[in-house]
């Protein structure tokens, strides 16, 4: 067995007629005696439960890769086809932008007379 350590965070509420008050903001981190393979997994908690574990898993992980299939503008067709070849291990590459990218993205936001103001504050600091 191994040890895995759980954090999470939660915001307590209470509501009158369904107006939620913030009341508490708590967050606990605690050792959990986590089996390290899959037959530890099944002698503790059964192969029905883990079973279920991991369809729901690896849902999300698909899930995940079909919203980013739908952000970058891919089609029903594409999306199915991302789906047919999807495996779990199967990662996306993460496309940064570089400092450039970055910067011209901010700076395309601004309205002339901030584009202006900033130019010029930055040839006074050159």
């Not at 400092?99 to 103001?117: F, M, N, P």
Request: hydrophobic share 40%.
């Amino acid at each position: 067995m191994g040890s895995v350590s759980a954090k999470t965070k939660f915001v307590v509420t209470k509501g009158e007629n369904g107006a939620p008050d913030v009341t508490e903001d708590r967050s606990v981190t605690v050792n959990y005696d986590m089996p390290t393979d899959l037959d530890g997994l099944v002698g503790k908690f059964g192969k029905d439960v883990v079973y279920q574990q991991a369809e729901a898993a690896l849902v999300i992980a698909l899930q995940s890769g079909l919203r980013r299939q739908i952000t970058t503008g891919k089609s029903q067709d594409e999306a199915q086809k991302f789906a047919d070849t999807w495996s779990p291990e199967t990662r996306a590459a993460v496309q940064r932008k570089s400092a450039a990218e970055k910067v011209d993205d901010l700076i395309g936001g601004l309205s002339v007379e901030d584009r202006k103001a900033l130019i010029a504050k930055l040839k006074a600091a050159a």
